[in-house]
Nanobody
């Protein structure tokens, strides 16, 4: 079974950029879709972006369209989330997901 480890979180100021990485150990199958979600306390987990492993088709949540970009590197088994023009409402714990497997999350804080 695949295992996922997120990294790259931190504290940034509004308008800054940050790139998160999701590193997978094990096999991601061509039919799989890899997701990024985020969550803040008291709220449901929110879909951020996803990428289909086979054909690299990407989908974004409405709140991040035009600011975030998801990249997959099949050779490295990684899925990065490039986040630009960050807003305070982008803060939260970001999780990587494939099928029923979740990483431990990486925290993003956006504050001046």
């Amino acid at each position: 079974q695949v295992q996922l480890v997120e990294s790259g979180g931190g504290l940034v100021q509004p308008g800054d950029s940050l790139t998160l990485s999701c590193t997978a150990s094990g096999t991601i199958y061509s039919s799989d879709r890899v997701f990024w979600y985020r969550q803040v306390p008291g709220k449901e987990r929110e879909f951020v972006a996803s990428v289909k492993w086979r054909d690299n088709i990407k989908v974004y949540g409405d709140s991040v369209k035009g600011r975030f970009t998801i990249y997959r590197d099949a050779a490295k088994n990684t899925v990065d989330l490039e986040m630009n023009s960050l807003k305070p409402e982008d803060a939260g714990v970001y999780y990587c997901n494939v099928n029923s497997v979740w990483g431990q999350g990486t925290r993003v804080a956006v504050s001046s």
